[in-house]
């Protein structure tokens, strides 16, 4: 079997574009694969096109050769990241045709399933505190378990966030007051036992990070998320020094060398690596199987579309070390419309089905109502819907 092509298509919805792959063979079965993200979308769908000739004429069975070949041409420029995001598509969609070729689901190429379904968590909607409480209630209604926010307004805190010099943000003793009052109103509202996390988004200052978690000690939280820019470890350390609150980061840690420092200077108690970014299902499992021996649990940052979800939720079947899932619950109304079948949730976890590979396909004639031109700019950061 060879690789014949590979393309990407971009899905516009009313809250994000998500960026499908699709590697096609000579035999007929095509996989699927995404890289989602923000504005660099429009990088990621020519950085697929700039890829194809490390791919196309390959067999699609050698997932681990292609992984290589490409990481490897790219290690002058840093294979993370970037071209870490254009590896996980390609891998995601060779496991797919993988587990299509051979008429299984790709957990049990990995090595079979250590649990017969997936725990998700989610987020709650809502602007007011109250509207945020009622959605929380609601969500646990649903049956989910576990749900997680970013408590600390940027309309609230001292700097103006995200431009420039600012990016580092300072939180007022305002902004730490009001973000505790949320989340003590949460843990009000679902009880001693639901759990709780938050994200700061790795935004704040080292200080602003120490103030926040301390004050936020009494809540109980699973972890608080990126709590300052991660791109120092010495900063992480400052923090993890100062404060009892456990801590996860990882959705901007790509592939298995970003995880060594982690683990290996134990700077957190969870982490989140994303399957769409890190590298596919291949180093996801790998990060995991990293985690594994510093009794670390891995939690997927899947906060993109369906297919994001379908390749984490292959790993965790397969995974001892899982906490949970991370998934975007208003979008499964959405996943519904463009993915079949969808997938089987049910008290706010994933069940397998018994489809080969990834488990789902896209809805080609209803997709094609929402693609977006791989053209304009505008759309496809996402700046105009
Ligand atoms: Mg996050």
Avoid at 44 to 55: A, D, T
Avoid at 242 to 267: A, K, M, S
Avoid at 318 to 324: A, C, G, S
Wanted: glycine letters at 8%.
């Amino acid at each position: 079997m060879k690789i014949t092509d590979v393309r990407a298509v971009v899905v516009g919805n009313p809250w994000k574009n998500w960026v499908f792959v699709i590697v096609e063979t000579d035999e007929g079965i095509t996989g699927l694969g995404e890289c989602t993200d923000y504005f660099s979308n429009p990088h990621l769908v020519r950085g697929i096109e700039s890829i194809k000739p490390l791919v196309v004429g390959e067999d699609p069975a050698n997932i681990e050769e292609i992984w290589q070949t490409i990481f490897h041409a790219y290690s002058d420029l840093n294979p993370r990241g970037y071209i870490s995001h254009l590896i996980s598509a390609i891998d995601i969609a060779l496991w797919d045709i993988k587990g299509k070729v051979l008429g299984v689901p790709i957990y049990q190429l990995l090595g079979g399933p250590v649990r017969d379904h997936v725990p998700l968590y989610t987020h709650p909607g809502g602007g007011t505190l109250e509207e945020m409480v009622a959605s929380a209630v609601e969500i646990k209604n649903q049956g989910f378990e576990a749900t997680k926010t970013d408590p600390f307004s940027r309309q609230r805190s001292a700097g103006k966030g995200f431009r420039g010099a600012d990016s580092v943000e300072r939180l007022n003793a305002r902004a730490i007051a009001e973000g505790v009052e949320r989340m003590e109103a949460l843990r009000e509202a679902l009880g001693p036992d639901y759990e709780l996390m938050v994200d700061a988004h790795a935004r704040f200052d080292v200080a602003s990070a120490i103030a926040a978690a301390n004050a936020l000690e009494h809540v109980d939280l699973i972890w608080l998320e990126e709590p300052t820019h991660v791109e120092n470890h010495e900063a992480l350390r400052q923090i993890r020094e100062n404060t009892n609150v456990p801590l996860c980061v990882g959705e901007r840690h790509f592939t298995r060398w970003d995880y060594i420092p982690l683990l290996q200077q134990r700077l957190v108690d969870y982490i989140m690596p994303d399957v769409a970014w890190c590298g596919g299902i291949s180093e996801q499992r790998r990060i995991a199987a990293l985690a594994e021996p510093y009794f670390i649990r891995i939690s997927p940052h899947d906060a993109l579309g369906p297919v994001n979800i379908a390749a984490g939720f292959q790993v965790c079947m397969n995974t001892p070390n899982v906490y949970r899932e991370e998934c975007v619950s208003t979008w499964f109304p959405m996943f519904e419309k463009i993915i079949t079948p969808m997938f089987d949730i049910r008290d706010g976890s994933i069940y397998p089905n018994d489809q080969p590979g990834l488990g789902i396909e896209l809805i080609h004639d209803v997709v094609d109502e929402y693609l977006v031109d791989p053209n304009d700019l505008d759309k496809l950061t996402g700046r105009e819907r």
